[in-house]
């Protein structure tokens, strides 16, 4: 459905670079990256808001590099709703197809099937002041589907909302991408919405796209550091891959050697390894996990219902426990304890 190849779009300063990214009709495709990375430069070249320098932008097998916006196809969601406060909801929703001049007939059936869609039939005589924030997106998302584009465009729709408001609405977003299969570009800097929404993520970074994938692939299998940290990995180390003189495969940072499983790439690498696939004891486990060290608690993080346990091995080394476990094993900073994970946990790159 969309298809943009060496995109690079200048704007001051900022420059976003070959660019190519192919996304699948009906597919929900989220635009992953930090504040200032490219994020909705990308996404408003698509719409068509920015000259394009270098590249082209295909939509449904038409290049549509040159089009005017209102040609595309394509409708626009921002984190701010953009919502016209002296219209009700109602007027709102319908103004797009007013200003195409569009039937009244199709109108009303287009009114009725977006809000019956979205639930939102009960505000639609209140003007936007008086919603709250997760109203006000949905009617902001009732007010771009209600055009039926090919094409919808979520610029950080749900960051600006509280953290339960966040969840309802992240579930409506679920919902109807996944009844109505309209092809879906979301931004968004919140790597635990990438994963909650997206069919594939793409990373992007100083503007430039650094990985596409699968939530998993990005979640597991990062290709640099910078895809590591921002999927939170915590645990990223510099070494050496080698051959153990019994055959196996080590990834060597400082004096610890992780075995790694499979073959591997030698020479200068990195080496990542998510917090939740750490376990951490009071004993040895008695487990078939091949990496096993003994250190102390360097740092503990309190995030309310998990933690995060640092342990100095070294090198240091991050675990995500729950609440409980750690209520329960009495951890304490300086505390001697175990680490434990599988040599299939480690990703090498």
Same mark, same amino acid.
């Given at each position: 459905?969309?298809?943009?190849?060496?995109?690079?779009?200048?704007?001051?300063?900022?420059?976003? #670079?070959?660019?190519?990214?192919?996304?699948?009709?009906?597919?929900?495709?989220?635009? /992953?990256?930090?504040?200032?990375?490219?994020?909705?430069?990308?996404?408003? @070249?698509?719409?068509?808001?920015?000259?394009?320098?270098?590249? %082209?932008?295909?939509?449904?097998?038409?290049?549509?590099?040159?089009?005017?916006?209102? !040609?595309?196809?394509? @409708?626009?969601?921002?984190?701010?709703?953009?919502?016209?406060?002296?219209?009700?909801? %109602?007027?709102?929703?319908?103004?797009?197809?007013?200003?195409?001049?569009?039937?009244?007939?199709?109108?009303?059936?287009? /009114?009725?099937?977006?809000?019956?869609?979205?639930?939102?039939? @009960?505000?639609?005589?209140?003007?936007?002041?008086?919603? @709250?924030?997760?109203?006000?997106?949905?009617?902001?998302?009732?007010?771009? /589907?209600?055009?039926?584009?090919?094409?919808?465009?979520?610029?950080?729709?749900?960051?600006?909302?509280?953290?339960?408001? #966040?969840?309802?609405?992240?579930?409506?977003?679920? #919902?109807?991408?996944?009844?109505?299969?309209?092809?879906?570009?979301?931004?968004?800097?919140?790597?635990?919405?990438?994963?909650?929404?997206?069919?594939?993520?793409?990373?992007?970074?100083?503007?430039?796209?650094?990985?596409?994938?699968?939530?998993?692939?990005?979640?597991?299998?990062? *290709?640099?550091?910078?895809?590591? #940290?921002?999927?939170?990995?915590?645990?990223?180390?510099?070494?050496?891959?080698?051959?153990?003189? *019994?055959?196996?495969?080590?990834? !060597?940072?400082?004096?610890?050697?992780?075995?790694?499983?499979?073959? %591997?790439?030698?020479?200068?690498?990195?080496?990542?390894?998510?917090?939740?696939?750490?376990?951490?004891?009071?004993?040895?486990?008695?487990?078939?996990?091949?990496?096993?060290?003994?250190?102390?608690?360097?740092?503990?993080?309190?995030?309310?219902?998990? /933690?995060?346990?640092?342990?100095?091995?070294?090198?240091?080394?991050?675990?995500?426990?729950?609440?409980?476990?750690?209520?329960?094993?009495?951890?304490?900073?300086?505390?001697?304890?175990?680490?434990?994970?599988?040599?299939?946990?480690?990703?090498?790159?």
């Amino acid at each position: 459905m969309i298809s943009i190849r060496d995109l690079s779009v200048e704007l001051g300063e900022f420059t976003l #670079r070959n660019a190519s990214l192919d996304v699948a009709d009906g597919e929900y495709m989220v635009i /992953l990256g930090p504040t200032g990375a490219g994020k909705t430069v990308l996404l408003e @070249s698509i719409a068509g808001l920015y000259p394009v320098k270098y590249g %082209k932008v295909w939509i449904g097998g038409k290049d549509v590099t040159g089009l005017e916006p209102e !040609k595309r196809r394509v @409708s626009i969601v921002y984190q701010d709703q953009a919502l016209f406060p002296h219209l009700s909801v %109602k007027d709102n929703i319908i103004f797009g197809l007013k200003v195409k001049k569009t039937p009244h007939a199709e109108i009303d059936q287009a /009114l009725d099937r977006t809000v019956n869609l979205m639930g939102i039939g @009960s505000i639609l005589n209140r003007r936007p002041s008086t919603l @709250s924030g997760g109203e006000r997106q949905k009617v902001a998302l009732a007010r771009a /589907l209600c055009t039926e584009p090919d094409v919808l465009l979520l610029d950080e729709p749900i960051s600006a909302l509280d953290p339960q408001t #966040r969840e309802e609405v992240q579930y409506e977003l679920h #919902r109807m991408q996944r009844f109505l299969r309209i092809t879906t570009m979301h931004v968004t800097h919140d790597f635990e919405e990438a994963i909650a929404l997206g069919d594939r993520i793409a990373v992007i970074g100083d503007g430039e796209l650094r990985q596409i994938g699968t939530p998993d692939e990005i979640f597991r299998q990062p *290709n640099s550091e910078f895809v590591a #940290r921002f999927a939170m990995s915590r645990n990223i180390f510099t070494g050496m891959v080698e051959t153990s003189p *019994n055959g196996e495969c080590l990834f !060597k940072t400082g004096d610890t050697a992780f075995v790694v499983a499979g073959d %591997k790439i030698g020479g200068a690498t990195r080496a990542v390894i998510r917090p939740e696939d750490v376990l951490i004891s009071l004993e040895p486990l008695r487990a078939s996990a091949r990496n096993a060290f003994c250190g102390k608690i360097s740092r503990i993080t309190d995030k309310g219902s998990t /933690l995060f346990i640092t342990v100095d091995l070294p090198p240091e080394i991050t675990a995500l426990i729950t609440r409980h476990s750690f209520d329960e094993m009495g951890l304490q900073l300086g505390m001697q304890v175990y680490v434990t994970f599988k040599a299939s946990s480690i990703h090498v790159f």
